[in-house]
């Protein structure tokens, strides 16, 4: 206690007003964590506590340079042996048990229709090549570890007629080190 305090006590003790400082409200109790680190710190950290899943996500979700070559050479390979009514090369890029199915909007009713890849793959090979051409616009691919997405909108060209347009959704497994079909769901509309 200073000595304006002490003044303050004896003051009153003997009744001889004097003005004294008023006490102070108690204090709030700090946080637990106040003795440890500043405020400001644990926000921080909580935070960046916070980033640390999604950034290992984001990377573990993109695409190496290489994968997405041989992702794309695997897709370049489909459309090249469908331009070249090769039903060899178009079987061969597709995984044991692939499916290959198509989004159908007829008058307003969505189903899925579902081909053999041995029937496409024979279609393919009973045209005339150049008769099919699959040209791709701007595409994404997303990996992670063995499985790959492409989502790759498309113009369909039949007999060097623009035939319809649409996206092909391929699913992409890593098998042997090399990249396969596994799935590809499509659409077909009219271009616009």
């Given at each position: 206690?200073?000595?304006?305090?002490?003044?303050?006590?004896?003051?009153?003790?003997?009744?001889?007003?004097?003005?004294?400082?008023?006490?102070?409200?108690?204090?709030?109790?700090?946080?637990?964590?106040?003795?440890?680190?500043?405020?400001?710190?644990?926000?921080?950290?909580?935070?960046?506590?916070?980033?640390?899943p999604v950034a290992a996500?984001?990377?573990?979700?993109?695409?190496?340079?290489?994968?997405?070559?041989?992702?794309?050479?695997?897709?370049?390979?489909?459309?090249?042996?469908?331009?070249?009514?090769?039903?060899?090369?178009?079987?061969?890029?597709?995984?044991?048990?692939?499916?290959?199915?198509?989004?159908?909007?007829?008058?307003?009713?969505?189903?899925v229709r579902t081909e053999?890849?041995?029937?496409?793959?024979?279609?393919?090979?009973?045209?005339?090549p150049n008769d099919l051409?699959?040209?791709?616009?701007?595409?994404?691919?997303?990996?992670?570890?063995?499985?790959?997405?492409?989502?790759?909108?498309?113009?369909?060209?039949?007999?060097?007629?623009?035939?319809?347009?649409?996206?092909?959704?391929?699913?992409?497994?890593?098998?042997?080190?090399?990249?396969?079909?596994?799935?590809?769901?499509?659409?077909?509309?009219?271009?616009?």
């Amino acid at each position: 206690m200073g000595l304006r305090e002490w003044g303050c006590v004896r003051h009153k003790l003997n009744n001889v007003p004097r003005h004294c400082p008023q006490p102070h409200a108690p204090s709030p109790s700090p946080p637990i964590f106040s003795y440890l680190l500043p405020m400001k710190s644990i926000q921080l950290f909580l935070i960046a506590l916070l980033c640390v899943p999604v950034a290992a996500f984001s990377q573990t979700m993109s695409a190496s340079a290489l994968d997405e070559a041989a992702i794309m050479q695997t897709v370049d390979d489909l459309f090249e042996g469908m331009k070249n009514a090769d039903a060899a090369k178009v079987k061969g890029t597709f995984a044991t048990g692939a499916s290959l199915q198509s989004v159908v909007n007829k008058d307003g009713v969505v189903s899925v229709r579902t081909e053999s890849i041995d029937g496409f793959a024979e279609s393919i090979g009973k045209a005339k090549p150049n008769d099919l051409i699959e040209a791709i616009d701007p595409y994404q691919i997303l990996i992670d570890t063995d499985l790959a997405t492409a989502f790759i909108p498309y113009k369909f060209t039949y007999k060097g007629k623009l035939h319809h347009c649409g996206a092909n959704a391929f699913t992409l497994v890593r098998l042997n080190g090399a990249w396969k079909i596994q799935a590809i769901i499509d659409t077909r509309r009219e271009c616009q």
